[in-house]
């Protein structure tokens, strides 16, 4: 197998991740919808004791979310790393090819007509 087959199937492998990652979110969308209607026709302060114990409540649903998110943004980094690694190497490929073709349009100007 060469690179390039090799960067085709890290490229392959991401977009099938971030496809899964795309699944879970709207899972936990459609969980998080849900909850918060439970939490709002549910969760009075009524029904707690204290407010410690309301607060409690409310810090351990916030920890689950939170995880979550912080699951998925290790994930993403993970994505990242491979990102830059193939265009890392697409940077080297390219670099290499225009060294050996003869510059063209080098005295082209885009910019201000009087330079």
């Not at 549910?42 to 351990?60: E, G, K, R, T, V």
């Not at 649903?61 to 994505?79: R, S, T």
Request: aromatic share 4%.
């Amino acid at each position: 197998m060469n690179r390039e087959h090799a960067y085709l199937r890290m490229l392959s492998s991401t977009a099938s991740i971030q496809k899964n990652i795309a699944i879970m979110l709207e899972a936990k969308a459609l969980e998080a919808e849900k909850t918060r209607s439970w939490i709002c026709n549910h969760l009075h302060s009524d029904n707690f004791n204290s407010q410690q114990a309301q607060l409690d409540q409310s810090l351990q649903m916030h920890d689950q979310v939170i995880e979550a998110i912080d699951g998925i943004a290790k994930v993403n980094h993970g994505i990242v790393s491979i990102m830059k690694a193939v265009l890392q190497q697409e940077e080297e490929e390219s670099e290499g090819y225009g060294e050996s073709m003869p510059s063209l349009g080098n005295g082209i100007s885009f910019g201000n007509k009087n330079q």
